[in-house]
C-alpha cells in the first residue's frame, strides 16, 4: 500500500494506523479519471481553487467532529461525525488535487515524508487557509449548528452539482461524488429545522436565534474571489454569484415550512475588502487550528 496520494487510499484495504487522515474501503470516486489539467488553465489558479473548497471542508469538518458525545442523541453523534467525515473525504481529494497540479502551494515547513493533503492540513498557518468564515466558527448549541449545515449544505450542494460540469476532470468526479453526499447533509439539517421551528417554543426560540448568529456570514459565500471568476470564465470553477436564488429559494422553503422568520441580522463586514478566501479570519480560527494541528506539528516525523 502506498500513502502518496489521497486517491489510493480510497481504494484500498489497509491498516490506518501509520498514517493521519481518514480513508479506508471505499470505491474510488476517481476510478478510469484523467489527471491531466487543460491545457488553457492556469496550474497555480486551479490548485488555489482547490484549495478554497478543500479548506471549506475539512475545516467544517473539524468543527462538526467537536459534536461527538455531545449531541442530543446517540443517533445525532453518528449523524454528525458521518458527515464530517464526508466533507474530510472531499478535502483530502482536492487538497491532493492541488499539490498535484501545482507543487509550489505546499508547506516549506512541512516534512518530505508527509502526503500533500497533510501537509496542506497540518504545516500551514492560518492566513494560509482560504476556507469562508461561516465554517470556523464555534459551534455553539445544537440549533446553531443545525442552522449552519442547513446553510452550508444548501449552498455546497448547489455549488457541486454545477462542479460536476467542470473541465477538469478530477474537479468534475469529486463533485459528482459530493453531490450524493451533500444532498443528505442538507435534507439531515432541513429535517432538524423542521423539527425544532415546528416544535416548542422553546426549540423554536432556539433555531431562531442559531439562525440569527450564522447569517452574518451568508453574504461571504456568494462573494466571488477573482480566482473563482476567472476560472468559472474558463469553464473549470462556479461563480457563486450565480448560486444566490438557488439558494434562497430553498432556505426559504424550509423557513417557511418550519415557521421561522428569515433573519435580517446584517453582513459581517470584509477587512478592507478582505475575507476567508484571502486567508482573513475570525479568531476562532487560531483556536481551532492549534488544537487541529498540535499533534502533527509537536512530533512532525511522527507516525502512527
Known amino acids: 500500500m502506498s500513502w502518496d496520494n489521497a486517491y489510493e487510499s480510497l481504494t484500498e484495504e489497509h491498516d490506518v494506523s501509520g498514517h493521519w487522515a481518514f480513508g479506508t474501503g471505499f470505491a474510488d470516486a476517481l476510478a478510469g479519471v484523467g489527471h491531466d489539467v487543460p491545457a488553457d488553465v492556469d496550474r497555480a489558479e486551479l490548485a488555489a481553487y482547490c484549495v478554497m473548497l478543500g479548506d471549506d471542508a475539512l475545516v467544517f469538518a473539524q468543527r462538526l467532529s467537536e459534536w461527538c458525545s455531545n449531541a442530543p442523541e446517540l443517533e445525532e453523534d453518528v449523524a454528525l461525525a458521518n458527515i464530517a467525515l464526508d466533507l474530510l473525504g472531499q478535502a483530502r481529494?482536492?487538497?491532493?488535487?492541488?499539490?498535484?497540479?501545482?507543487?509550489?502551494?505546499?508547506?516549506?515547513?512541512?516534512?518530505?515524508?508527509?502526503?500533500?493533503?497533510?501537509?496542506?492540513?497540518?504545516?500551514?498557518?492560518?492566513?494560509?487557509?482560504?476556507?469562508?468564515?461561516?465554517?470556523?466558527?464555534?459551534?455553539?448549541?445544537?440549533a446553531e449548528t443545525v442552522a449552519r449545515l442547513l446553510v452550508f449544505g444548501c449552498w455546497r450542494l448547489a455549488l457541486?452539482?454545477?462542479?460536476?460540469g467542470s473541465r477538469d476532470p478530477v474537479?468534475?468526479?469529486?463533485?459528482?461524488?459530493?453531490?450524493?453526499?451533500l444532498a443528505y447533509h442538507r435534507d439531515h439539517a432541513a429535517q432538524w429545522a423542521l423539527r425544532l421551528g415546528d416544535g416548542t417554543e422553546f426549540s423554536r426560540e432556539r433555531m431562531r436565534a442559531g439562525l440569527d448568529r450564522v447569517w452574518p456570514f451568508v453574504a461571504e459565500l456568494f462573494t466571488p474571489h477573482p480566482v473563482e471568476t476567472r476560472l468559472a470564465?474558463?469553464?473549470?470553477?462556479?461563480?457563486?454569484?450565480?448560486?444566490?436564488?438557488?439558494?434562497?429559494?430553498?432556505?426559504?422553503?424550509?423557513?417557511?415550512?418550519?415557521?421561522?422568520?428569515?433573519?435580517e441580522t446584517p453582513a459581517l463586514p470584509a477587512a478592507a475588502g478582505l475575507a476567508g478566501r484571502h486567508g482573513v479570519h475570525t479568531e476562532p480560527m487560531g483556536y481551532l487550528l492549534a488544537e487541529m494541528q498540535h499533534i502533527a506539528r509537536s512530533h512532525p516525523a511522527a507516525v502512527w
Do not use: C, W
Not at 457541486?160 to 460536476?164: D, G, I, K, S
Not at 474537479?171 to 453526499?181: D, N
Open 160 to 164: 457541486f452539482e454545477r462542479l460536476a
Open 93 to 142: 481529494m482536492l487538497l491532493t488535487r492541488a499539490g498535484e497540479v501545482d507543487p509550489t502551494v505546499r508547506p516549506a515547513a512541512a516534512p518530505e515524508h508527509v502526503p500533500d493533503e497533510d501537509a496542506l492540513a497540518y504545516f500551514r498557518d492560518e492566513r494560509a487557509f482560504r476556507n469562508v468564515r461561516m465554517v470556523e466558527q464555534e459551534p455553539g448549541d445544537f
Open 233 to 263: 470564465e474558463a469553464g473549470v470553477a462556479v461563480d457563486p454569484a450565480e448560486l444566490r436564488s438557488t439558494v434562497d429559494d430553498v432556505l426559504d422553503r424550509v423557513l417557511v415550512a418550519a415557521g421561522l422568520p428569515r433573519p
Open 171 to 181: 474537479l468534475s468526479a469529486i463533485a459528482a461524488k459530493g453531490v450524493k453526499e
